[in-house]
Structure formats: C-alpha cells, structure tokens
C-alpha cells in the first residue's frame, strides 16, 4: 500500500515555472513506478509523465515535452515535476500516481493515486 501527497502547485503567469512534488509512504517506494496525470475542468484525467522506478527512464506526454521534467528520489520517497514555459492549457489539477510493473500511460493502469494539486496558469 502506498500513500501519496501532492503539494507545490499554485497560480503562475504563462511563461513562468513551477514544481509541483509528490511524499509517498509506505513500503517500496523504490519499486513502484511513479507518474503524473493532469485533468482540466470538463475533461478527462490524461497521461503527463512517468518515470521507472530507477529513475533511469523517463516518457511525457507529447504536449509537455521539453517544457516538463520528472525526477525521483528513492532515498526520499519522492517525485517531483519541474514545469516550465507554462501555458494557459496547463491549467489543471495534477495528480501523482503510482504503480508496479513497467512504465504506462494509460489511468487505468495506475493503482494508487494523490488527492491532487491545482495549478493555475494565467494567460
């Protein structure tokens, strides 16, 4: 079982930057796959970033990348994703989630998730 608690997220300006993180406790951190996932007002939770459970690999959504990065840090019990060039369409609540096995970007695939965090983009 994993607990997972955003925090970092915030109103910015488009163009700005800012990091949202994600605490996990429990047991085996460092065995679970870790992403984000992002839904907007009227729309459907969708795949942001993942990263394997070493670290070692990384996939984003085409939408963020080169603007988004996520990182991990095993010793702990983190993740985090450094947004920058911020666009009005960024606006959503961000979600971490969690999972064993390899690498997915599909919700369903997730097994534990974050309450959430919103992030604000103005235009």
């Known amino acids: 079982q994993v607990r997972l608690v955003e925090s970092g997220g915030g109103l910015v300006q488009a163009g700005g930057s800012l990091r949202v993180s994600c605490a996990a406790s429990g047991r085996f951190f460092s065995g679970y796959v870790m992403g984000w996932f992002r839904q907007a007002p009227g729309k459907e939770r969708e795949f942001v970033a993942a990263i394997s459970s070493s670290g070692r690999s990384t996939r984003y959504a085409d939408s963020v990348q080169g603007r988004f990065t996520i990182s991990r840090d095993n010793a702990k019990n983190t993740v985090s994703l450094q947004m920058n060039s911020l666009e009005p369409e960024d606006t959503a609540v961000y979600y971490c989630?969690?999972?064993?096995?390899?690498?997915?970007?599909?919700?369903?695939?997730?097994?534990?998730w974050g309450q959430g965090t919103q992030v604000t983009v103005s235009s």
């Open positions: 989630a969690a999972r064993g096995l390899s690498m997915a970007v599909d919700v369903s695939s997730y097994n534990y």
